[in-house]
């Protein structure tokens, strides 16, 4: 019987954020995974077809993480209950509820004040000379949106926005370990913060997304006062990092590729096209977490009851089996079914919005800067850490 290529899988290790792909590479060779992390088992699942297979498999696996320890944060925020970490019933309920301002048609209405958001934007850059694809319109475009969304002051933006990043860090946090101090910090701030604007749109309603949401609470709904933060914490996460990643990265993969660069500079209507290529070629989220419900098979591997599932999405978008010539970035791919997103009921509800603020933004620059290219043509770009998302820090941009 022939020896299992041994794998590395260190996440939190700089040099794998920078390239993780090769890593993937040898995980794609073969069935899951099950390795030992110390305190946990940890299976890693990274075919295309298993993955699938994982994220729809809702009988043996949940979304629901274990308990968190007795020393881990226990304030008014209960992170765990959103539409990320809770299984159905409740799942339906709550993703109904949130659904009603992520329609097809309320999102078309947003995209005249998301092209103003980026017009601005690159007017300054446009004055300035300078501009940093990431730090100046991916870090700010999706932010301001989601603000308005939730009706939080402009003035606001940049506190919301570390708000965000730090919930994001929460994230990188294994499931069932303490949560550090800063994060717990910024928790308080954050439940402070939205439990005054809960009781201010409760007297006062207006057209956000908030308001909409008390009243389905004070109406006999589903929502708890607990689920009004969560759902307000999963937006400002949901609504903002995957999107100023997906710009990031996308930006990148571009320059990267120059031909692909000239095809859609010579033909817009690949911009549709060109943006699911940057998610399945280099996607915003890593992978996602499942939780054995009791000991699965899956691709011929026994996955058992007290292992997490680590659910390999950049993975399973370089399957050869899936995708012909994977490490290739085509902005022309057909059919291109990538997991960016998710799959099933955990599908991301944000899709719609991410995908509408990408086509803008990627927009609006090409119709700016007809040399729009890296500053530094050897930049290395360093990558956040974390080990749920991929994004980029910092890409600075000539535009002459």
Same mark, same amino acid.
């Given at each position: 019987?022939?020896?299992?290529?041994?794998?590395?899988?260190?996440?939190?290790?700089?040099?794998?954020?920078?390239?993780?792909?090769?890593?993937?590479?040898?995980?794609?060779?073969?069935?899951?995974?099950?390795?030992?992390?110390?305190?946990?088992?940890?299976?890693?699942?990274?075919?295309?077809?298993?993955?699938?297979?994982?994220?729809?498999?809702?009988?043996?696996?949940? #979304?629901?993480?274990?308990?968190? &320890? *007795?020393?881990?944060? $226990?304030? /008014?925020?209960? %992170? @765990? !209950? #959103?539409?990320?970490?809770?299984? &159905? *019933?409740?799942?339906? $309920?709550? /993703?109904?509820? %949130? @659904? !009603?301002?992520?329609?097809?048609?309320?999102?078309?209405?947003?995209?005249?004040?998301?092209?103003?958001?980026?017009?601005?934007?690159?007017?300054?850059?446009?004055?300035?000379?300078?501009?940093?694809?990431?730090?100046?319109?991916?870090?700010?475009?999706?932010?301001?949106?989601?603000?308005?969304?939730?009706?939080?002051?402009?003035?606001?933006?940049?506190?919301?926005?570390?708000?965000?990043?730090?919930?994001?860090?929460?994230?990188?946090?294994?499931?069932?370990?303490?949560?550090?101090?800063?994060?717990?910090?910024?928790?308080?701030?954050?439940?402070?913060?939205?439990?005054?604007?809960?009781?201010?749109?409760?007297?006062?309603?207006?057209?956000?997304?908030?308001?909409?949401?008390?009243?389905?609470?004070?109406?006999?709904?589903?929502?708890?006062?607990?689920?009004?933060?969560?759902?307000?914490?999963?937006?400002?996460?949901?609504?903002?990092?995957?999107?100023?990643?997906?710009?990031?990265?996308?930006?990148?993969?571009?320059?990267?590729?120059?031909?692909?660069?000239?095809?859609?500079?010579?033909?817009?209507?690949?911009?549709?096209?060109?943006?699911?290529?940057?998610?399945?070629?280099?996607?915003?989220?890593?992978?996602?977490?499942?939780?054995?419900?009791?000991?699965?098979?899956?691709?011929?591997?026994?996955?058992?009851?007290?292992?997490?599932?680590?659910?390999?999405?950049?993975?399973?978008?370089?399957?050869?089996?899936?995708?012909?010539?994977?490490?290739?970035?085509?902005?022309?791919?057909?059919?291109?079914?990538?997991?960016?997103?998710?799959?099933?009921?955990?599908?991301?509800?944000?899709?719609?919005?991410?995908?509408?603020?990408?086509?803008?933004?990627?927009?609006?620059?090409?119709?700016?800067?007809?040399?729009?290219?890296?500053?530094?043509?050897?930049?290395?770009?360093?990558?956040?850490?974390?080990?749920?998302?991929?994004?980029?820090?910092?890409?600075?941009?000539?535009?002459?």
């Amino acid at each position: 019987m022939a020896e299992e290529t041994p794998i590395y899988f260190n996440p939190w290790d700089p040099a794998f954020r920078d390239n993780p792909y090769p890593h993937y590479g040898v995980l794609l060779a073969g069935p899951p995974r099950v390795v030992d992390a110390g305190a946990f088992k940890i299976a890693l699942v990274a075919r295309y077809a298993d993955v699938v297979r994982v994220m729809h498999d809702h009988e043996h696996f949940s #979304n629901m993480g274990p308990p968190p &320890p *007795p020393e881990a944060y $226990q304030g /008014r925020l209960a %992170v @765990s !209950r #959103n539409l990320l970490g809770t299984d &159905p *019933p409740v799942h339906s $309920q709550l /993703r109904r509820l %949130v @659904s !009603r301002d992520f329609t097809p048609r309320r999102i078309r209405e947003l995209e005249p004040r998301i092209h103003k958001i980026a017009v601005g934007i690159l007017d300054r850059a446009e004055r300035t000379g300078e501009f940093d694809v990431v730090k100046d319109l991916a870090n700010v475009l999706p932010v301001t949106v989601i603000a308005e969304m939730l009706g939080v002051p402009v003035e606001l933006n940049a506190t919301f926005k570390e708000w965000s990043d730090k919930l994001v860090d929460a994230g990188n946090n294994l499931p069932g370990t303490p949560t550090p101090p800063d994060v717990i910090k910024t928790l308080d701030a954050l439940t402070d913060y939205f439990e005054s604007e809960i009781e201010g749109r409760r007297k006062n309603p207006g057209p956000d997304l908030v308001s909409a949401l008390v009243q389905a609470h004070d109406t006999g709904d589903v929502l708890s006062s607990a689920d009004l933060l969560n759902f307000v914490s999963l937006l400002l996460i949901a609504g903002n990092e995957t999107t100023t990643n997906l710009i990031g990265n996308g930006t990148l993969a571009l320059m990267r590729n120059p031909d692909q660069l000239a095809l859609l500079y010579s033909n817009r209507g690949l911009l549709g096209s060109a943006i699911e290529e940057m998610l399945r070629y280099d996607g915003p989220v890593q992978s996602t977490a499942r939780f054995p419900k009791q000991a699965a098979n899956v691709g011929g591997t026994e996955i058992p009851a007290d292992a997490i599932a680590f659910v390999v999405l950049a993975a399973a978008n370089r399957d050869p089996a899936k995708f012909p010539a994977p490490e290739e970035f085509d902005i022309t791919r057909e059919p291109n079914e990538h997991v960016a997103f998710g799959e099933g009921i955990h599908f991301c509800i944000g899709a719609p919005l991410a995908r509408l603020e990408a086509s803008v933004a990627f927009g609006a620059m090409l119709d700016r800067f007809p040399n729009l290219r890296l500053k530094d043509p050897e930049l290395k770009p360093k990558y956040k850490g974390t080990y749920i998302l991929r994004g980029i820090e910092s890409l600075p941009m000539a535009i002459d």
